[in-house]
């Protein structure tokens, strides 16, 4: 029993020495706490790049016409705030058509713009011009036989009472009738004329006869002077045979006293 006692209090009295020396050593200070972990925001995302524009058709439909007629065009366009076509079209939407009637061969540009850019695309509309008009047809030639020419346009020569020279007017009828003369003979080569001398009544049938041969021959000597070939050219007299008129006054005495042309047999 006393033993016990005598361990125990060599065992307390150990404890307080160890614990009295560790009294005597000098406090040592605590860490100091870590500093708070602050964390940094996240930047945000970028936001994304804006599409550009496109398109998808843009065709005319048909590509070639005639002048006249109308081409249809359409066009589709993504991702676009403005849209417009040249050429007098203007703005248009986004999926759309117009016909266009173009005088000639014509370029459309589509032009789509937007926040990602401009992109342009263009089509052509061929015009064929009209083939020119037929020419307009001949007229028709309208051919007269020299013998109907010469009735339609010669003149009758006409003189005075128990005369067979050319008067003054007779002169230029005359003339004019051997510028027919000469058209009729260059187209027809075998074409021949008969100068017919008449007169009026008054007088023997033998005198007028002489008298009209006289008058025939005076107009033929004129056209030969004009250039006529005389072997085209024939006379003959009917005197007073033949009249225009029968009248007994001076007017048709005038009508009466006469050459006149026939076209030979």
Same mark, same amino acid.
């Given at each position: 029993?006393?033993?016990?006692?005598?361990?125990?209090?060599?065992?307390?009295?150990?404890?307080?020495?160890?614990?009295?020396?560790?009294?005597?050593?000098?406090?040592? $200070?605590?860490?100091?706490?870590?500093?708070? /972990?602050?964390?940094?925001?996240?930047? =945000? %995302? &970028?936001? +994304?790049? *804006?599409? #550009?524009?496109?398109?998808?058709?843009?065709?005319?439909?048909?590509?070639?016409?005639?002048?006249?007629?109308?081409?249809?065009?359409?066009?589709?366009?993504?991702?676009?705030?403005?849209?417009?076509?040249?050429?007098?079209?203007?703005?248009?939407?986004?999926?759309?058509?117009?016909?266009?009637?173009?005088?000639?061969?014509?370029?459309?540009?589509?032009?789509?713009?937007? $926040?990602?850019?401009?992109?342009?695309?263009? /089509?052509?509309?061929?015009?064929?011009? =009209? %083939? &020119?008009? +037929?020419? *307009?047809? #001949?007229?028709?030639?309208?051919?007269?036989?020299?013998?109907?020419?010469?009735?339609?346009?010669?003149?009758?020569?006409?003189?005075?009472?128990?005369?067979?020279?050319?008067?003054?007017?007779?002169?230029?009828?005359?003339?004019?009738?051997?510028?027919?003369?000469?058209?009729?003979?260059?187209?027809?080569?075998?074409?021949?004329?008969?100068?017919?001398?008449?007169?009026?009544?008054?007088?023997?049938?033998?005198?007028?006869?002489?008298?009209?041969?006289?008058?025939?021959?005076?107009?033929?000597?004129?056209?030969?002077?004009?250039?006529?070939?005389?072997?085209?050219?024939?006379?003959?007299?009917?005197?007073?045979?033949?009249?225009?008129?029968?009248?007994?006054?001076?007017?048709?005495?005038?009508?009466?006293?006469?050459?006149?042309?026939?076209?030979?047999?």
């Amino acid at each position: 029993m006393r033993m016990k006692m005598r361990t125990l209090s060599a065992a307390v009295f150990a404890a307080t020495l160890f614990l009295a020396a560790a009294g005597c050593k000098k406090k040592v $200070a605590a860490a100091p706490p870590p500093p708070p /972990v602050v964390e940094t925001p996240k930047p =945000p %995302p &970028p936001e +994304p790049k *804006p599409q #550009p524009p496109r398109i998808d058709t843009f065709a005319a439909e048909p590509a070639t016409i005639e002048r006249g007629q109308s081409s249809t065009l359409r066009w589709s366009i993504a991702s676009a705030t403005n849209m417009s076509i040249d050429q007098g079209v203007g703005a248009v939407q986004a999926n759309g058509s117009r016909q266009v009637t173009p005088n000639g061969s014509t370029t459309y540009t589509l032009t789509a713009s937007g $926040a990602g850019g401009t992109v342009t695309r263009s /089509v052509t509309v061929n015009v064929n011009a =009209p %083939p &020119p008009p +037929p020419p *307009p047809a #001949p007229k028709p030639v309208v051919t007269i036989s020299s013998a109907d020419m010469l009735t339609r346009e010669a003149q009758d020569i006409f003189f005075d009472y128990d005369m067979s020279d050319l008067r003054a007017d007779a002169q230029r009828a005359a003339t004019a009738n051997a510028e027919l003369l000469k058209r009729i003979f260059a187209q027809d080569s075998n074409f021949t004329v008969i100068i017919e001398g008449h007169c009026d009544e008054r007088g023997s049938a033998e005198y007028n006869l002489g008298l009209g041969d006289r008058r025939a021959t005076s107009l033929k000597e004129f056209y030969v002077q004009q250039g006529l070939p005389a072997e085209r050219i024939r006379t003959i007299s009917y005197g007073k045979e033949r009249p225009q008129c029968t009248d007994a006054n001076e007017a048709c005495y005038q009508r009466n006293r006469r050459d006149h042309m026939a076209a030979g047999q």
